[in-house]
């Protein structure tokens, strides 16, 4: 049975960054950790991705990140995989790498991603542009009933998600019988729109025009298709349906514009600390 952490936890830390909005980050392009260390990571040691500290923990002033090279760069950004198109090479996690920081006072998520941009371009001498490509993706939109997510009020939890930190971009998640369990407290739409990219394994963009923060509970059927007898018993409909019935919302697949941010070039050894 899997613990509290989405199916993918590097992925699930990672994309915890706010997005960093291109002016903004134009604006603070010279934004740098106070101090910084890239090194190749041995997984043999014992691997655990993801990331500790930064701002908004218990440890805001330092920050470490284990990750390979397109995960440190889905960190930075605050983005999936398929909005970062590159090298071939940057599929593969056969290179590791943990990134040690120290953060000055007071600086915020949004600049913190800024800082790890700034810091993989220069050690890895990135290049890179943005480009709008069309793009298979699902788009997001109330159903015909309205949506059935609890707007969240102080003090309260979704059902089972006790022990789960509010505003997390992923859910406390579980899984029985072929069946995920997910339960997330005061989120806003961007993080579940976050959580179905990934279920989904393509972007989906959000036309709800909802905001504010909700508590939800999402059960269905996962991918099993390497082996149907659990398909087959699972008792919890795939998740396009489970959103629909269960959130009030509805995904429709189709074609769209989407910002892709392009690496031109890198190298895959950092330049020395």
Known sequence: MRKSIPRICWLA??????????????????????AATIKPFDPSHGWAP??????????PGRISIKSWL????????GVNSDRISGPAWLDTNSQLY?????IR?????????????????????????RETRDVPLYELTVAGKGPQLKAYVEGSFATGGRGMPGGADFPM???????EHA????ATITQLIKYLSLGLKRPV??????????????????????????????????LITAVRQQLGMKLTAKKGPLEIIVIDGAEKTPIEN
Do not use: W
Not at 70 to 77: F, P, Q, S, V, W
Not at 183 to 186: F, P
Not at 211 to 222: E, F, T
């Open 13 to 34: 830390l990672a994309v915890g960054f706010a997005c960093s909005h291109p002016a903004r980050a134009q604006a603070q392009s010279n934004l740098e950790f106070e």
């Open 50 to 59: 993801g990331i500790k500290g930064g701002p908004g923990t218990s440890d």
């Open 70 to 77: 397109k995960g440190l760069l889905m960190t930075a950004y």
């Open 98 to 102: 943990i990134v040690e920081a120290t």
């Open 105 to 129: 006072p007071g600086a915020t998520k949004e600049q913190m991603a800024v800082m790890l941009q700034n810091l993989l371009k220069q050690r890895f001498q990135i290049t890179l542009h």
């Open 173 to 179: 998640e579980y899984v029985s019988g072929g069946v």
């Open 183 to 186: 339960s997330a407290n005061q």
């Open 205 to 238: 963009v959000d036309n709800t025009g909802l905001s504010g923060l909700y508590n939800y509970n999402l059960d269905y059927a996962l991918d099993l298709s390497a082996n149907a007898d659990d398909v087959s018993t699972a008792s919890a409909p795939d």
